[in-house]
């Protein structure tokens, strides 16, 4: 395939030297060359096949929008922008491309929502809750996408709202942490990332699976079939 990646940053640059290790053709696009979405007009995405997008909450609605009216499937990787979802929904769908989406692409970081889901069932019997996650002090957004869902999960199972508690440090990569306590013990369900590789060979592989889809679709709901 022939894949344009938005964003030079750290994911982003990992997500296109992934890709050309798995044989695809890659050209990547940082902000400055994305001015005014010229990177996105339809003249400049012929012959693309798929855009990856790692970029930044204020830029991924224009770039979204932009591959929508150009008829040319999506993988996005940024956060920060899901209350714009149930129209980019129908938009997705009435352009009749294919769209996928993740707050994160790890394997293991989507084996931990699972698990979440079972042991949430834990505030339903006297166990009080909180979630905590470590980012690089570079990341914009707090709490992260991945944390966020970690609550969703959570309220979703148990309809407890928990707390999120963000830490911004160093070069941390992603920590994400469940802690379920009780006046005789106490759980620790976490997720701690040794790299960002995880989340560009999972976008990577998301978008293999895309290239001939139409629809919009959740890598939590397609993950295992990559497996």
Avoid at 14 to 28: D, I, K, P, S, T
Avoid at 154 to 174: A, M, N, P, T, Y
Wanted: aromatic content about 8%; charged content about 25%.
């Amino acid at each position: 395939m022939h894949i344009l990646v938005l964003g030079r940053g750290k994911t982003g640059s990992l997500v296109a030297e992934v890709a050309h290790q798995r044989g695809h053709e890659v050209r990547v696009v940082g902000s400055s060359q994305n001015e005014a979405g010229r990177a996105l007009s339809k003249q400049s995405l012929k012959g693309v096949d798929i855009v990856i997008d790692f970029t930044t909450p204020q830029a991924v609605r224009d770039h979204i929008s932009s591959c929508i009216s150009s008829g040319i499937n999506l993988v996005v990787g940024t956060t920060g922008w899901y209350d714009s979802l149930p129209q980019i929904r129908e938009s997705v769908l009435q352009a009749g491309i294919g769209f996928l989406y993740a707050a994160n692409f790890s394997i293991g970081v989507n084996l931990l929502f699972e698990i979440v889901r079972e042991g949430a069932e834990a505030l339903r019997h006297h166990y009080s809750g909180q979630i905590f996650e470590r980012h690089h002090a570079d990341k914009k957004d707090a709490p992260s996408g991945t944390a966020l869902q970690l609550q969703k999960l959570v309220r979703e199972v148990s309809g407890k709202e928990l707390e999120v508690i963000s830490f911004r440090e160093g070069e941390v990569v992603g920590m994400h942490e469940l802690v379920l306590n009780s006046p005789h013990d106490t759980l620790y369900l976490c997720h701690d990332s040794k790299s960002r590789r995880g989340f560009a060979e999972g976008a990577v592989r998301a978008a293999e699976w895309l290239a001939d889809k139409k629809g919009l679709f959740n890598f939590q709901d397609i993950w295992k079939e990559l497996l």
